[in-house]
C-alpha cells in the first residue's frame, strides 16, 4: 500500500510561482511513474505533468514552458515548480504513482491564482 502526501499550495496572484512537494510513503516499487493532475470546479480531472523513475517528463500543452516536474527518489518526492501562474491554473492539485497494479492518489492541494 503507498501513501501519497501533497503539499505547497495556496494563494498566489497572477504571475507568481508555487513549487508543490508530494511524498511516498509505504511499500513503493522501483521504476513507478509519478504525476501531478488537477481539477477545477465542475471539470474533470487532467494531466498536467508525469515523470518516469529515470526522469523522462511529459507535459499537457498548457503548462508547457511554465511548470517543471522533477523527483528525488531517495527521498520518494516528486515535486511540481509552477512559474507564470494564471487564473486558469486554479484548481485541487493531486500526486499520483502508478506501476503495475498500483494506482495510488493523494488527497490534493488547493492552489489559487487571484489578484
Known amino acids: 500500500q503507498v501513501q501519497l502526501v501533497e503539499s505547497g499550495g495556496g494563494l498566489v496572484q497572477p504571475g507568481g510561482s508555487l513549487r508543490l512537494s508530494c511524498t511516498a510513503s509505504?511499500?513503493?516499487?522501483?521504476?513507478?511513474?509519478m504525476g501531478w493532475h488537477r481539477q477545477a470546479p465542475g471539470k474533470q480531472r487532467e494531466l498536467v505533468a508525469v515523470?518516469?523513475?529515470?526522469?523522462?517528463?511529459n507535459y499537457a500543452d498548457s503548462v508547457k514552458g511554465r511548470f517543471t516536474i522533477s523527483r528525488d527518489n531517495a527521498k520518494n518526492t516528486v515535486y511540481l515548480q509552477m512559474n507564470s501562474l494564471k487564473p486558469e491554473d486554479t484548481a485541487a492539485y493531486y500526486c499520483?504513482?502508478?506501476?503495475?497494479?498500483?494506482?495510488?492518489w493523494g488527497r490534493g492541494t488547493q492552489v489559487t491564482v487571484s489578484s
Open positions: 509505504g511499500r513503493i516499487p522501483r521504476f513507478n511513474v
Open positions: 499520483n504513482l502508478a506501476i503495475g497494479t498500483i494506482n495510488s
Open positions: 515523470i518516469t523513475f529515470g526522469g523522462s517528463a
